[in-house]
């Protein structure tokens, strides 16, 4: 129905290195959590191989652990994306069911929020696209080859919205915060 497709956005870099921290941390808590269970102490001598094996045996925790940490970290790390065709695009969501198609016609102008990684599309119905990649001039490109006028100037807003540092700072924070406590046993299990 868009014709031919001609470019794809992937996640950010900073971000994907933020689900790298995060599938990590998950994993080394999943391999230590296992070695304090009763029937691995009596046939595991706390070696990678060992929990391995011990998970072949038991693997309800380990598609759990695989289908709540891994597959999602994938999904949007390497698979979603902005799909940018020859009459329109697809957005996706977050889930393939509500992606939405919106063709080149119906799409108003577009702001530039950050150099080289964020945009918005604004439609004629009034829905707002945000669009972040890691090459943003190839999606500039592609509208501008379908006329759709755009604002490439900054204003203060976008500065104060899209400031990665700070962003960053507040998820390793986060993540800190979520680790003591649970270090310290005041998350319940």
């Not at 390793?172 to 319940?188: A, C, D, E, I, S």
Request: aromatic share 16%.
């Amino acid at each position: 129905m868009l014709g031919k497709k001609l470019y794809k956005t992937s996640m950010l870099n900073v971000f994907k290195l933020v689900i790298l921290a995060v599938v990590v941390f998950f994993t080394n808590d999943f391999i230590l959590d296992t070695y304090t269970y009763e029937k691995f102490q009596a046939i595991g001598r706390f070696k990678i191989l060992d929990v391995l094996n011990y998970h072949y045996r038991y693997p309800n925790e380990f598609i759990t652990f695989f289908l709540i940490v891994i597959v999602p970290a994938i999904y949007y790390a390497f698979i979603r994306g902005v799909r940018f065709c020859e009459k329109g695009f697809v957005y996706n969501r977050g889930l393939p069911f509500m992606n939405k198609e919106v063709l080149y016609t119906d799409v108003k102008s577009y702001k530039l929020l950050q150099p080289n990684h964020v945009i918005t599309i604004h439609t004629q119905k009034g829905d707002v696209f945000v669009i972040a990649d890691n090459n943003i001039e190839r999606v500039i490109a592609i509208l501008d080859q379908h006329n759709i006028p755009g604002d490439l100037a900054r204003d203060d807003y976008s500065r104060l919205l899209m400031n990665a540092k700070k962003f960053l700072i507040v998820v390793l924070t986060f993540t800190l915060v979520v680790f003591l406590l649970k270090k310290f046993g005041l998350l319940p299990r």
